[in-house]
């Protein structure tokens, strides 16, 4: 009949079908803006959250790493070099979680009807751009706080964004699809996050890491994006290791392309088993 429509499984290295993701954009930036609606709902600081989490964060780092262990931060405010390190991290280790389960708490939607897949993890990561943003505020209220000037380093302050959307959105697409079969996932996701965290330069400079492990610390990406996110904020003394961004980009690309054919291969069998 003509009116039918049939819908068939895409194979090999060029099974996303970018015609119809750009059909559903409508769904996806609903779902976006769904989750970020669930989020909040029904908390009684709400939006607040997005403030406090960082904040928190950074003064209890700011104490432990800074006051008492004496990390070095090359002559910059802790609170500002501990901060600019949060931004990219928390936005990942959040989009990572939500979009690790985003296909188990959609499952309704995947077994009634059909849409892209892709969309869901992707809608998820994208959910945490409004935290980032506020996050990006924060940011901003301490470089006038310390009298911290901008360098024009911040124009490559988004290529940096850019990449680490990449890594959650690859490693989200990983975890998300390996979810539906193997729900230890659930419980691996926190742990990662967990101990991320302490691996990642977060509350520490990267230097002493590479002179242990070589360049091979750059296989973390976190590890060159946070390099990149203090390079962008607090200028040329904080250049990254460029060496160890490049692995780290690497890394980045062969987990996205992996990720999306790993995703696209088993998605036709989420409906069945989730």
């Not at 090999?12 to 803006?33: K, P, T, V």
């Not at 996050?193 to 977060?202: A, E």
Request: charged share 15%.
């Amino acid at each position: 009949m003509s009116g039918e429509r049939v819908i068939r499984a895409r194979r090999g290295l060029m099974a996303i079908d970018f015609a119809e993701l750009w059909r559903y954009r409508e769904l996806f930036w609903q779902l976006s803006w769904r989750n970020v609606l669930i989020r909040y709902k029904q908390t009684y600081l709400g939006v607040m959250w997005a403030v406090l989490q960082p904040l928190l964060t950074m003064v209890v780092f700011t104490v432990v790493f800074g006051k008492l262990a004496k990390m070095d931060s090359k002559g910059a405010p802790f609170e500002v070099f501990n901060f600019v390190a949060l931004l990219p991290w928390m936005f990942f280790a959040n989009a990572l979680t939500e979009s690790s389960n985003s296909l188990v708490a959609s499952q309704n939607m995947i077994t009634k009807v059909y849409f892209p897949r892709l969309i869901i993890p992707a809608s998820a990561v994208l959910s945490g751009v409004l935290d980032f943003l506020i996050g990006c505020g924060l940011l901003a209220g301490l470089l006038v706080w310390f009298n911290v000037p901008p360098t024009w380093h911040l124009l490559m302050l988004p290529l940096f964004f850019g990449l680490t959307f990449l890594a959650a959105l690859a490693t989200g697409l990983w975890f998300s699809a390996l979810n539906v079969k193997y729900r230890d996932v659930k419980y691996v996701v926190p742990f990662i996050v967990r101990m991320g965290i302490y691996i990642s330069p977060v509350a520490f400079l990267a230097d002493k890491f590479y002179g242990m492990a070589g360049v091979c610390y750059g296989l973390n990406p976190l590890v060159g994006i946070i390099e990149g996110f203090r390079w962008c904020i607090l200028g040329a003394g904080f250049e990254p290791h460029w060496d160890g961004l490049a692995l780290g980009v690497g890394v980045v690309l062969l987990l996205l392309v992996s990720g999306v054919y790993y995703f696209r291969s088993t998605e036709k069998t989420f409906a069945d088993i989730i």
